[in-house]
């Protein structure tokens, strides 16, 4: 089992419906990501976590330490937020690399 | 904000060329690189981790003498794919750390394709 899970893998919308997009993890952590990888490859970094809540834009993320459990949420999604969002996290001990989700791709239509 | 620029963004080239990709942190000084190789629909995988000055260190089954990397300098980093052969065909992406405990930021990746 990846030590980060994100659901769901694709996901398909209207314009203007509300996304969430779910990640879980197994390990201990001292931060968790959401990236946006664009259909170019390109990657931006929307989020670093280690408590509570962050909004930016549309755009919220949220996560719970103790079940382990992050959140992201688009409000008044739009088609040029279809990209992959990946959930990475950085391990509570060791170094800084990152164990990355598998990708949720998200596609809305207009 | 923190730009991290790779270069080149798409290299198509014959086998047995070496292809070197250059990851530069434009307006920070970077502590770390992180190399990374994507296949199709997948998610990254680390390939290395880069400290300037200092040899870098591979993740396990990646071979040290065919990706070759340098860390010359706080903002450069360089990865080098000796000998390339098709099955190396791939996109790379870097990123850069200023701090520890900080966002990495992104290149664009190197789409790499070898015939």
């Known amino acids: 089992k990846n030590e980060v899970e994100q659901s769901p893998q694709n996901l398909t919308a209207q314009e203007g419906e509300f996304i969430t997009i779910n990640c879980s993890y197994s390990?201990?952590?001292?931060?968790l990501h959401w990236l946006q990888q664009h259909p170019g490859g390109g990657i931006v970094s929307l989020f670093m976590?280690?408590?509570g809540k962050k909004k930016h834009g549309r755009l919220i993320a949220t996560i719970n330490i103790q079940e382990k459990h992050s959140s992201l949420h688009i409000t008044a999604s739009h088609p040029r937020d279809s990209a992959v969002y990946i959930c990475?996290?950085?391990?509570?001990?060791?170094?800084?690399?990152?164990?990355f989700g598998q990708g949720t791709r998200l596609t809305i239509n207009p | 904000g923190a730009v991290v620029s790779q270069h080149p963004s798409r290299v198509i080239c014959k086998s047995g060329t070496s292809v070197k990709i250059e990851c530069r942190s434009l307006d920070f000084q970077a502590t770390t690189m992180f190399w990374y190789r994507q296949f199709p629909k997948k998610s990254l995988m680390l390939m290395a981790t880069s400290n300037e000055g200092s040899k870098a260190t591979y993740e396990q089954g990646v071979e040290k003498d065919k990706f070759l990397i340098n860390h010359a300098s706080l903002t450069l980093s360089t990865l080098t794919v000796t000998s390339a052969h098709p099955e190396d065909s791939s996109f790379y992406i870097c990123?850069?750390?200023?701090?520890?405990?900080?966002?990495?930021?992104f290149g664009d990746g190197t789409r790499l394709s070898i015939l």
């Open positions: 990123s850069a750390l200023e701090e520890n405990n900080q966002p990495q930021h």
């Open positions: 976590l280690s408590s």
């Open positions: 390990v201990g952590i001292s931060a």
């Open positions: 990475a996290v950085r391990r509570a001990q060791g170094a800084q690399k990152l164990v």
